[in-house]
């Protein structure tokens, strides 16, 4: 006769794998619905109840996967920084001419992250959550810890030692801001030549800045 205990004790792991591969399934479900709710309208009506309908997931939900909404909404913040990274990452591996590699970092991080609908939900974040203080807070340091990151990608691409120009590596955050801003440019004029036309004045831009030569009065990074 088989020995039952040793059945079930055999078939526990697997159990727990099962039920924690279904914990990540729904986990990704409620941040997808949390996008999608953000981009199609917007935080102030993103609530735990709209996006446990979109998810096709009970109430209690978000309590049970994430502990609470704002932890749900960090987390969705936390894929959609993922999902920049690994596209500013791939970016790391251009070769060419500095003008080639300056017009592949533009085009492509607006053409395959922020030009992107999903990304709105991250502005929907930022200026929602504004009048939350203490969850405000933890978006802005999550934000913060991005651009780290994005720092030391930028770096690598470009070549910018710790000692190097200071405008090279402000550079970066001129080009974000303009990736950011054509975001909600685009909800007024969609006109796809238009952006196309910015996107080239932008890559001439930085070729310039990166092409310069720091000022013998300028300060250089720590």
């Known amino acids: 006769m088989e020995n039952t205990t040793d059945i079930v004790a055999g078939s526990a792991p697997r159990v ?24 199609e309208i917007g935080y102030s009506k993103t609530t735990t109840h709209e996006i446990c309908r979109r998810a096709g997931a009970t109430s209690g939900a978000i309590q049970h996967h994430f502990g609470s909404k704002d932890e749900l909404i960090l987390a969705t913040l936390e894929l959609l920084r993922v999902e920049m990274q690994e596209r500013f ?3 790391n ?12 970092m533009v085009r492509e991080m607006w053409h395959t992250f922020y030009g992107r609908e999903r990304y709105m939900a991250v ?22 810890n991005t651009l780290r990151i994005c720092e030391q990608v930028w770096r690598k691409t470009f070549g910018i030692s710790a000692k190097g120009p200071r405008e090279h590596l402000d550079a970066m955050h001129v080009v974000l801001s303009f990736l950011r801003g054509l975001v909600l440019y685009r909800e007024l004029n969609s ?11 932008m890559t001439s831009a930085l070729v310039g ?4 030569k720091p000022k013998k009065s300028q300060r250089r990074r720590t």
């Open 16 to 39: 727990r794998r099962s039920n924690e591969k279904r914990s990540a399934e729904m986990r990704a479900t409620l941040i997808e619905a949390a996008i999608q709710s953000l981009c």
């Open 89 to 91: 990452e791939r970016l």
């Open 93 to 104: 591996e251009l070769d060419g001419s500095l003008e080639d590699r300056c017009g592949a």
């Open 123 to 144: 502005w929907e974040i930022a200026i929602g959550s504004r009048g939350e203080k203490a969850f405000y807070e933890r978006v802005l340091e999550q934000r913060s």
């Open 191 to 201: 006109d796809g030549a238009l952006i196309e036309s910015q996107l080239t004045i």
């Open 209 to 212: 800045i990166l092409n310069s």
